[in-house]
Nanobody
Framework: QVQLVESGGGLVQAGGSLRLSCAAS????????MGWYRQAPGKQRAFVAY???????NYAGSVKGRFTISTDNAKNTVYLQMNSLKPEDTAVYYC??????????WGQGTQVTVSS
């Protein structure tokens, strides 16, 4: 069974940086797409970034230029480097992985809190 485990969340001051990690286990082959969503209090879950198995990336406009998504295929892990953090980046961040044929999995979420 595929499991995604996130880590790296925490409390940081505005302007600071955090790096989130998401390690996939229970499957050998690489995901077609891995990415991140976030959900702020009282809001719907929103897209943040994704990276394809071919290395193509896409970002939400609100994080473009500040966040960078990357993967370590040997470790089956996706990262989200977050720089110049703002209070509005405060949210629970969720990792997901899509292996095709309806196989999509989500992590449990990690809290990121940015203080002003």
């Amino acid at each position: 069974q595929v499991q995604l485990v996130e880590s790296g969340g925490g409390l940081v001051q505005a302007g600071g940086s955090l790096r989130l990690s998401c390690a996939a286990s229970g499957i050998i082959r690489r995901a077609n797409i891995m990415g991140w969503y976030r959900q702020a209090p009282g809001k719907q879950r929103a897209f943040v970034a994704y990276i394809t198995s071919g290395g193509n990336t896409n970002y939400a406009g609100s994080v473009k230029g500040r966040f960078t998504i990357s993967t370590d295929n040997a470790k089956n892990t996706v990262y989200l480097q977050m720089n110049s953090l703002k209070p509005e980046d405060t949210a629970v961040y969720y990792c997901y992985a899509n292996y095709g044929l309806g196989s999509e999995h989500w992590g449990q979420g990690t809290q990121v809190t940015v203080s002003s």
